[in-house]
T-cell receptor, first 113, second 113 residues
Framework: KAGVTQTPRYLIKTRGQQVTLSCSPI?????VSWYQQTPGQGLQFLFE???????NKGNFPGRFSGRQFSNSRSEMNVSTLELGDSALYLC????????????FGEGSRLTVL | KNEVEQSPQNLTAQEGEFITINCSYS?????LHWLQQHPGGGIVSLFM???GKKKHGRLIATINIQEKHSSLHITASHPRDSAVYIC???????????????FGKGTKLSVKP
């Protein structure tokens, strides 16, 4: 069974640009969550999707958005990039939103110059 | 005060030693997760607990809901156990959603041969 796949793995952007990151969950998993990891703040919850609906959102500005498609693949978008958005962005999938362990992808490492 | 506190922040052990990492939290939770992160970023879920004790190989995780405390034990530690161990909780006031996590800062474990 294939694991959680995140693309791209590495990317470099400049301030003011926007970026879209993709997460393909394990087959059959309907819940996808996104997290940001920085050296200063550690891991922080961004948002969670289940069956194409956003269930929860973390404390991030509106520049951070996401969506989930009918095949459970999810994307997150960050607009008007700032230097502080440089981070490792991780997604995790689980069978449902309420039960089961989380399976994490390898992450997308974003550098904003 | 952080809602999830881990101790110690750094831990160096000799191969074969018994290791304990502690996690205290201040919110009501539906579950507690122990995660392992290796250099490079990928995260693996080790345990998801809502009560009692779980064992997997040389790893044991316990949780005391009344005291809001959990411990992760590693028996007969090995250099391959070197990683960052992260405690995370699913707060109860988010409908039991497992993806909405509050993370501790992590414990960096180094096991010397």
């Amino acid at each position: 069974k294939a694991g959680v796949t995140q693309t791209p793995r590495y990317l470099i952007k400049t301030r003011g640009q926007q970026v879209t990151l993709s997460c393909s969950p394990i087959s059959g998993h309907r819940s996808v969550s996104w997290y940001q990891q920085t050296p200063g703040q550690g891991l922080q919850f961004l948002f969670e999707y289940f069956s194409e609906t956003q269930r929860n959102k973390g404390n991030f500005p509106g520049r951070f958005s996401g969506r989930q498609f009918s095949n459970s693949r999810s994307e997150m978008n960050v607009s008007t990039l700032e230097l502080g958005d440089s981070a490792l962005y991780l997604c995790a999938s689980s069978p449902t939103s309420f039960t089961g362990e989380l399976f994490f992808g390898e992450g997308s490492r974003l550098t904003v110059l | 005060k952080n809602e999830v506190e881990q101790s110690p922040q750094n831990l160096t052990a000799q191969e074969g030693e018994f290791i304990t990492i502690n996690c205290s939290y201040s919110v009501g939770i539906s579950a507690l997760h122990w995660l392992q992160q290796h250099p490079g970023g990928g995260i693996v879920s080790l345990f998801m607990l809502s009560s009692g004790k779980k064992k997997h190989g040389r790893l044991i995780a316990t949780i005391n809901i009344q005291e809001k405390h959990s411990s992760l034990h590693i028996t007969a530690s090995h250099p391959r156990d070197s990683a960052v161990y992260i405690c995370a909780v699913s707060p109860m006031n988010y409908g039991g959603s497992q993806g909405n996590l509050i993370f501790g800062k992590g414990t960096k474990l180094s096991v010397k041969p």
